[in-house]
C-alpha cells in the first residue's frame, strides 16, 4: 500500500517465543514426509520389532501363555544387557535407512533452490536453521530407539519387580545415551552430506556408500595384517563397539588366528581396538560434519569464475 495513505499498523498479535521458532521446520518438514506412503510404511516396519519385543518380556511372566506354547524355562529369552544391546543394535540398523530416506534432501533441496537467503533473512540464526533441519532425524529416529526402548525397560521393570529395576538400571543408561550417540551422528552425518550434494539422489548414494564401503576395507585390512584394527575404518562397528561398552558386554579378545613363527604354529588373539578410540573416531566424525555444515550453510555463496 502507499505511505502516504498511513493506513497501515504494525502487527499486534502473539508473538511466537524466540526459542522455539525453529520449530517451524520440523513441523512442516514432517507434514511432508508422513504424505510419503513408502517412507509411512517403513516407518511402521520399523516399530514391528519393539513390539515382538514386548512380547518376548510378557511371555516369561505369564503362566497361561508359556502353558499353551509349552514353554519351558530354558526357552525363555533372558531379558538383560545382551538383550536390550540386540533392540538397539537393531532399531539403530533400521534408523539408518529411516535416515537415508528423510536426512540427504533436508538441506540439498535448499540450496539447490537458493532458499537459504528466505530462511536466513527470517528471525533464524544458522545454528537455529541446521538444528530444525537435524530435529526432524532427531525426532523420527527417538520415535523408533531410545522411546521404545525405555518403555521395554519401564514394562520389564514392572513385570520383574523393584530388585530387577534397582540391579539393572544402568540399561536405561545405556539405551538412553546409546540411541542418542547414533542419533546425533545419522544427523549430523545426512546434514553434512546433504549441504555438499545438492542433488538428492546423489547425497543418499553418498550417505549409502560411508556407510558400506569403509567398512568393506577394513574387512580387507582385518584379513590380511590379522587383526581388528580396521574395525575403526567401519562405521558400523565403531558403534556397535561404543554400545557394547555401554552396556557392559564389550569383548576386547574375539578371537584367535593361527599363525607360524619360528617355524612353529601358535595361536594369537585378535584383539579389538579399545574404547577410546572408538569413542575417538565418533567425535571426529562429528567435528568433520559441523565443520562441513558451518562452511556451506550459508546466505550466499561466492562463485568464482
Not at 92 to 99: E, V
Not at 167 to 177: H, Q, R
Request: charged residues 10%.
Amino acid at each position: 500500500m502507499a505511505v502516504y495513505e498511513h493506513t497501515y499498523r504494525p502487527y499486534t498479535g502473539e508473538v511466537t517465543p524466540h526459542w522455539s521458532r525453529f520449530l517451524i521446520i520440523p513441523r512442516h518438514a514432517l507434514k511432508g514426509v508422513f504424505q510419503s506412503k513408502l517412507f509411512l510404511s517403513f516407518f511402521v516396519a520399523c516399530l514391528i520389532y519393539p513390539l515382538i519385543a514386548a512380547i518376548v518380556i510378557y511371555l516369561p511372566h505369564n503362566e497361561s501363555a508359556k502353558a499353551i506354547m509349552k514353554m519351558t524355562v530354558g526357552d525363555l529369552i533372558p531379558i538383560d544387557a545382551e538383550f536390550f544391546y540386540t533392540f538397539i543394535a537393531t532399531q539403530g540398523f533400521f534408523g539408518f535407512f529411516l535416515n537415508l530416506l528423510v536426512g540427504p534432501p533436508l538441506i540439498s533441496r535448499d540450496l539447490s533452490n537458493n532458499a537459504l537467503p528466505l530462511y536466513l533473512s527470517r528471525p533464524f540464526s544458522r545454528a537455529e536453521y541446521v538444528i530444525g533441519k537435524m530435529s526432524v532425524v532427531v525426532i523420527l529416529l527417538s520415535v523408533i530407539t531410545w522411546i521404545p526402548g525405555l518403555l521395554l525397560f519401564l514394562f520389564q521393570s514392572y513385570l520383574g519387580g523393584m530388585g530387577w529395576f534397582k540391579s539393572n538400571l544402568y540399561l536405561a543408561g545405556a539405551i538412553f545415551v546409546g540411541s542418542w550417540v547414533w542419533i546425533l551422528i545419522l544427523a549430523l552425518l545426512s546434514q553434512a552430506i546433504s549441504a555438499l550434494v545438492k542433488w538428492r539422489l546423489a547425497a543418499s548414494a553418498a550417505l549409502l556408500g560411508l556407510f558400506f564401503i569403509p567398512s568393506i576395507f577394513g574387512d580387507i585390512i582385518n584379513l590380511i595384517f590379522m587383526t581388528r584394527w580396521g574395525n575403526l575404518l567401519s562405521l558400523r562397528a565403531v558403534i556397535r563397539a561404543v554400545w557394547a561398552g555401554l552396556f557392559g558386554i564389550f569383548l576386547r579378545e574375539t578371537g584367535n588366528v593361527r599363525m607360524i613363527a619360528n617355524g612353529r604354529e601358535i595361536n594369537v588373539a585378535l584383539l579389538e581396538p579399545p574404547l577410546w578410540m572408538a569413542w575417538t573416531v565418533l567425535f571426529v566424525l562429528a567435528a568433520v560434519c559441523l565443520a562441513v555444515i558451518a562452511r556451506k550453510v550459508r546466505a550466499y555463496e561466492v562463485v568464482r569464475g
